[in-house]
C-alpha cells in the first residue's frame, strides 16, 4: 500500500495545506529519538524538494542539535479527515536562525509568530504515502492560543533569556548554538 515518490507533488502539496498539525522526528547517533507535533499554519512547501517550518520557542530545541550534528529529518502528516491517507517526508535539514544572512528571506513566508525561534528547511530525499487506515477521524476546532500568549508575556528579552536558560543544549548534552555560532 506504500508508494514513493521523487518528489512532492502537486497533489501531494495540496494534501499538506489541508492539514493542521504535522510532526517532525529527528535523532542524535547516540541518545533519545525526538518526535514533535506542529501546527498553527507554519509549514511551507517551498518547491517539489525542498520543505519550510516555522519552529517555535519550546521547552527543548531537540530537532536544532540533531540536524547540526546529522541532518537527517522525518516529517509526517496524517489525515484525520474522511480520506485517510499518511504522508512522510524524509530528507536532510537544516537550520536559519534570526542572526543567519537568510533569516528574512525565510521567516517572510510565515505569518509572524511571537516566540518564533528558527525556521527549519528540509531538502526532501524520499517521500512516501501510505494508506492511514488506523488514523482515527477527529475535528479541527482550531488552533491553542497558549504558546503565543506565553511568549507575548515573555517578552523578547524573556524569550532570549528562556533560549540562554532551556535551549542551548539538547536532553542528550548536544549543542543547538540558539544564542552563538558554532
Known amino acids: 500500500m506504500a508508494k514513493f515518490y521523487p518528489e512532492l507533488t502537486e497533489s501531494l502539496q495540496e494534501f499538506i495545506q489541508a492539514q493542521h498539525i504535522f510532526f517532525t522526528a529527528t ?21 517539489a524538494h525542498t520543505v519550510a517550518y516555522l519552529d517555535l520557542t519550546g521547552s527543548g530545541n531537540e530537532a536544532s542539535a540533531h ?14 479527515a474522511e480520506k485517510p491517507m499518511i504522508l512522510r517526508l524524509y530528507g536532510t535539514g537544516c537550520v536559519i536562525r534570526p542572526r543567519d544572512h537568510d533569516w528574512q528571506d525565510f521567516y517572510s513566508l510565515f505569518e509572524p509568530i ?26 479541527h476546532l482550531g488552533d491553542r492560543e497558549t504558546l ?7 517578552g523578547e528579552a524573556g524569550i532570549q533569556q528562556y533560549w540562554h536558560d532551556k535551549n542551548q ?8 548554538y540558539i544564542l552563538n555560532e558554532k
Open 27 to 47: 535523532a542524535p547517533i547516540q541518545g533519545r529519538i525526538n518526535l514533535s507535533p506542529k501546527g498553527m499554519n507554519s509549514f511551507r512547501c517551498l518547491d
Open 114 to 139: 511571537p516566540g518564533a525561534r528558527q525556521v527549519v528547511k528540509v531538502s526532501l530525499e524520499a517521500v512516501q504515502t501510505s494508506c492511514g487506515f488506523g488514523v482515527p477521524l477527529y475535528e
Open 169 to 176: 543544549v539538547s536532553i542528550d548534552g548536544l549543542p543547538t
Open 67 to 80: 540536524l547540526i550534528e546529522n541532518g537527517r529529518m522525518t516529517i509526517m502528516f496524517c489525515s484525520f
Open 148 to 154: 503565543v500568549e506565553w511568549a507575548e508575556k515573555k
